[in-house]
């Protein structure tokens, strides 16, 4: 019973499909976990830390700099490595496939 080295991998099978979708939410939770730690990450530091969060940065508090200005784009930053990420997954896969 000697299986071919170069299978070719059928992309609608569970197996490939449940690989995927388990490639994705590995993914998925670590952004979550990035974005958790950012967002629940500021009130903390606020809180152990109040006299390094009241320091003024271009006329803001550290806090307010922090919140209205790096969150956004740390926001952004988060969601485009998931969207490169997965898309590379994606690809990875579907050549797998091929």
């Not at 449940?18 to 976990?33: E, F």
């Not at 919140?67 to 740390?74: A, C, H, N």
């Amino acid at each position: 019973m000697n299986q071919p080295a170069l299978e070719k991998v059928d992309i609608h099978s569970e197996a490939f499909l449940h690989r995927l979708m388990k490639r994705q939410l590995r993914l998925s939770i670590g952004c979550a976990a990035a974005f958790l730690v950012a967002l629940l990450g500021l009130p903390l530091v606020n809180y152990f830390f109040p006299e390094l969060m009241a320091k003024r940065v271009f006329g803001f508090t550290l806090s307010w700099f922090i919140l209205g200005v790096l969150f956004f784009p740390l926001v952004w930053a988060i969601a485009w490595v998931f969207i490169r990420r997965s898309i590379a997954l994606e690809e990875a896969e579907a050549k797998a496939g091929q």
